[in-house]
Structure formats: structure tokens, C-alpha cells
């Protein structure tokens, strides 16, 4: 009797190992980006209020802005901050900086911590900034 009590726990402890492991190679293949998971953003570039480039991109819902901005446009970055897009460069002498929003909201984390989210409109502009 003791044998199959130990028989049984030693199988129900396997199987529960089993069902906790991680994912196998075939389920690791089903997380392939698919129709489903494509979604649409909006990215506009603006220079002085003026813009220069308005583009509707579709990628993936786990990728970063930052990503994306380099597999569409030419990109510069120093230190993790935009520092030209498409040769539009900022000046520091003359205060001009790179800022975004996202839907008309001042972007709170730099482009390569912002996950997109479908329909999302990103607006890049290029101001000059005045010191108060």
C-alpha cells in the first residue's frame, strides 16, 4: 500500500512539474507576429510648427517607438536622446530640441521605453526652446 501511495505522489508531482515548465519549442513559435497583432501608428515629423514628413506604419504591437523611428527614418541618437531625424538636426546653441507627444500628450519616457499601442499618433517636433 505504501508502494502505490508513493507511486501516485511521485506521478502527480512529475505531471506537476511538467505542466509548470516553460514552453516548448512549438509554443514558442505560435508567439510568431501575425495579422492579429499588427497594429497601425501614425508618426509625423515637425520642424518650427512646419511639417515635414507624415507617415502611417504598420508594425508590431510589442515594438518600442525608438525601433520603429530607425527602421523608418534616419535616425541619430547620443545617450539614448534623438538627436536628428531625416538630417534635421537639433542645435543646442540655438536651444532646438527634439520632443515628442503621443496623442497630444508630452511624451513621459524616451522613445526607446515607449511600447506603441494601436492607433497611436506620435508627433515629433523640432522647437527651439527659450530659457525663462
Do not use: H
Not at 500500500?1 to 509548470?20: E, G, H, N, Q, T
Not at 507624415?54 to 525608438?66: A, F, G, S, V, Y
Not at 497630444?104 to 506620435?122: Q, R, V
Amino acid at each position: 500500500m505504501k508502494k502505490i501511495k508513493f507511486l501516485v505522489i511521485s506521478l502527480l508531482l512529475v505531471f506537476s512539474l511538467v505542466a509548470c515548465s516553460t514552453k516548448t519549442n512549438t509554443e514558442k513559435e505560435t508567439n510568431i507576429p501575425t495579422e492579429n497583432n499588427t497594429i497601425t501608428v501614425n508618426i509625423i515629423l515637425e520642424e518650427d510648427k512646419q511639417e515635414f514628413a507624415n507617415e502611417e506604419i504598420e508594425t508590431t504591437e510589442d515594438k518600442n517607438l525608438l525601433s520603429l523611428l530607425k527602421d523608418n527614418f534616419e535616425i541619430v541618437e547620443s545617450d539614448g536622446f534623438i538627436t536628428s531625424i531625416n538630417g534635421r538636426e537639433q542645435d543646442e546653441n540655438e536651444g532646438k530640441y527634439w520632443t515628442y507627444t503621443v496623442n497630444n500628450e508630452y511624451a513621459t519616457t524616451g522613445a526607446g521605453e515607449y511600447i506603441l499601442k494601436n492607433k497611436d499618433t506620435i508627433v515629433f517636433s523640432l522647437e527651439k526652446f527659450e530659457n525663462e
